[in-house]
């Protein structure tokens, strides 16, 4: 697999393309045509403030990158909170199109920011691309669905649904439980899963709600216990899935745990306190660390201290890759980038990147396990065959 380092061609070919040496003043490039201004809709504040402070680190790393592999090119970070919520996504996108009139948005990493932000892109004319959010509805209605600027790098919870249901059913499990975060995407992955267990054959025994952040997930767990269910799956960012895991141990709970989210995470394991709390818990996502993300890993240790990168600081990283091979195709301006989207064909650390009509991209899918307080892939599974 080639390095996701994108390769860029020469200014004069760039200026050709675009047009941009008569393109002074439009939104997002400088005079000069070679400044790309860049925004991130993340949540900076509350509960989900790490998923932007995660996401802004990733971008930076690709932007460092991106200096020596593309130098006819600047680009140009500026950020807006989106509080992880459809009102605070609607805000961030209008401020990022519209006063700092950025010539595209990466995010939101949360469905709630994304699903809300999508209405102001076809107005302001502005393509945007999420990394993270997982709410089918996204791709359901994006391209051909009717939001022509609307992009998404990540694979959504009905492609990752499939395949995870099947290997539940596979491993034998006959009923499930599901607890989800009552969000868009709690809700949605659960809404999903609804119909994809009892297709795989399995029976879903109850489903539960718990507010994000919330310190005492008794309640539902009790619930889940009760059911006598033999797979509990779990859609839950990494503190709240390690919450639940500290509370499941209290509980006498030995149920099989299925993640999709952020269990089988550096973050979940470390958040624990207790790293046998975790083990055996398997999990369906989008990015581990493998051989195979040496620029990032590398180039994030070397930035930032860490080993491992946060799964959302990993996302935005390619994100941006993704952004600036866009750009490479079409050109420095809004007009230019969501033509040079269209022609988005590479492959990155995870997998290969190109958008099918309704602009949802296939990359891989990782199957997980923890073992001994360490991460071990199962599986890479290619969506887009």
């Known amino acids: 697999m080639r390095s996701p380092i994108v390769r860029m061609a020469s200014l004069a070919v760039l200026l050709t393309l675009t047009g941009a040496a008569g393109a002074c003043g439009q939104a997002g490039t400088a005079d000069d045509g070679r400044t790309v201004k860049v925004g991130l809709a ?30 006819e090119v600047t680009f140009e970070l500026v950020t807006a909170d989106d509080e992880c919520s459809p009102q605070g996504g609607a805000s961030a996108f209008r401020k990022l199109a519209d006063v700092d009139r950025v010539a595209a948005i990466l995010g939101s990493p949360c469905s709630s920011g994304t699903l809300g932000g999508m209405p102001t892109l076809a107005r302001s004319k502005t393509p945007a691309m999420t990394f993270g959010s997982t709410n089918a509805k996204i791709s359901q209605q994006s391209g051909v669905g009717g939001n022509p600027y609307m992009w998404r790098m990540n694979i959504d919870d009905s492609i990752m649904g499939e395949y995870w249901t099947r290997y539940i059913a596979d491993a034998g499990r006959k009923r499930a439980a599901i607890l989800a975060a009552n969000n868009d995407f709690g809700r949605g992955a659960a809404d999903l899963y609804a119909k994809l267990l009892p297709a795989a054959g399995v029976e879903l025994v109850t489903t539960e709600f718990y507010d994000l952040g919330a310190s005492d997930l008794r309640p539902q767990l009790s619930k889940v216990r009760d059911a006598d269910a033999d797979a509990f799956i779990t859609f839950a960012e990494p503190p709240d899935c390690a919450q639940m895991l500290r509370q499941m141990r209290e509980l006498g709970m ?11 995470t550096a973050e979940g394991i470390r958040l624990t306190g207790d790293p046998a709390l975790a083990e055996g818990v398997q999990e369906a996502t989008y990015w581990t660390a493998t051989d195979a993300q040496r620029p990032l890993l590398d180039g994030y240790r070397a930035r930032y201290g860490e080993d491992v990168p946060p ?21 420095t301006d809004r007009a230019g980038i969501l033509a040079g989207l269209k022609k988005v064909d590479f492959t990155t650390g995870i997998g290969p990147i190109r958008f099918d009509d309704h602009h949802q991209a296939h990359p891989n899918m990782f199957i997980l396990r923890i073992e001994g307080g360490k991460i071990k892939v199962l599986d890479v599974v290619d969506t887009g065959k």
């Open 311 to 331: 799964y959302n600081a990993a996302l935005a990283y390619y994100g941006m890759l993704t952004l600036a091979e866009a750009v490479r195709h079409g050109g």
């Open 42 to 71: 993340a949540a900076f504040s509350g509960k989900s403030a790490y998923y932007g402070q995660d996401a802004k680190k990733g971008i930076e790393l690709a932007i460092e990158h991106l200096g020596t592999s593309m130098p």
């Open 254 to 264: 030995t149920v099989a745990l299925y993640g999709r989210g952020g269990c089988a």
